[in-house]
């Protein structure tokens, strides 16, 4: 056993040597697909995969902040998932919270909310709100015009951004998208034929709950299912999807690694 790991430990290391920099995707969403899978395999109940799932997301965070990503949009629930059966989804849903809150301590990230949070339980909506918030730099340190900061403070540009996709939905999205432009330009007194005949794609897209960020260049899905289900439906154009055998709790840092090879190699013509 030891010399596996031995082997193992050399293999990633080369791997993740080849890799360069350069090609380094800035924005990496995954679908944290296979918890209830990985934990029928094992023989354990629903709670303890989605427990082990959710333990997998700040080690993976850590894997893409030290290769140079600058935004993972993880989608941990999604609209459809909020139909399940509430002995199942009740703590799932606290599995989550728990998850999210143990995120905004470590003050390593930027987090961000993505997804209809109304339609979440109230009081589930109001701890995440409460756990992003706490990711945010305080006050002090935003930088100034003059681009310094407070004294103590780290630029916070430098730390990754984390998207919680929670009670999200791509087909949702774009319609919270539409509504919110609608409500928007209405409020800006135009009529409707006014919106018709001037909307873009840039004005939906600057409405998306990801609105000012880049779009995915790399979308990984775990479990061995090869299907978006509406993940980034709007964003994901030009992305590269990369649909990986193993189950998410079980994922290591060499099928990342596998993950970001593989994008390197890939021509992208970004629809050219």
């Known amino acids: 056993m030891a010399g596996d790991n031995l082997l193992y430990d050399i293999y990633e290391r080369r791997l993740a040597a080849r890799i360069d920099p ?15 899978r990985w934990a029928k395999s094992m023989g354990f109940g629903a709670a303890q995969g989605h427990k082990r799932g959710a333990d997998k997301i700040e080690e993976f965070l850590g894997w ?16 459809d998932n909020l139909s399940r059966d509430p002995a199942e989804l009740s703590p799932l849903l606290d599995i989550i919270a728990h ?26 909506a109001e701890r995440l709100r409460a756990a992003v918030a706490r990711s945010q730099p305080p006050a002090a340190d935003v930088p100034e015009p003059n681009g310094e ?3 103590a403070a780290e630029p916070d540009g430098r730390r990754m951004q984390v998207n919680i996709a929670v009670g999200y939905g791509g087909r949702q999205e774009i319609a919270d998208a539409v509504r919110e432009l609608l409500r928007e330009r209405a409020a800006a007194g135009a009529s409707l034929e006014d919106v018709a005949a001037s909307l ?9 709950y990801t609105k000012g960020q880049p779009d995915p260049d790399l979308v990984i899905r775990t479990s061995g299912e090869q299907r978006l289900s509406g993940f980034l439906l709007w964003q994901s154009v030009h992305s590269e999807y990369y649909f990986c055998e193993v189950n ?14 593989d994008f390197a190699s890939r ?3 970004l629809g050219k």
């Open 22 to 36: 350069a090609t380094v995707p800035h924005h990496v969403g995954v679908i944290l697909d296979g918890n209830r």
């Open 99 to 124: 998850a999210v809150d143990e995120l905004a301590e470590t003050g390593r990230w930027r987090l961000r909310l993505v997804g209809a949070v109304d339609l979440l339980p109230e009081p589930l």
């Open 64 to 79: 893409a902040e030290q290769m140079g990503v600058q935004v993972v949009t993880l989608w941990l629930l999604s609209t």
């Open 267 to 269: 021509e992208r013509r």
């Open 149 to 151: 900061t407070g004294a």
């Open 248 to 261: 998410w709790p079980a994922f290591r840092r060499v099928d990342f690694l596998r993950a970001l090879r």
């Open 200 to 208: 873009n794609e840039e004005d939906i897209t600057d409405h998306l």
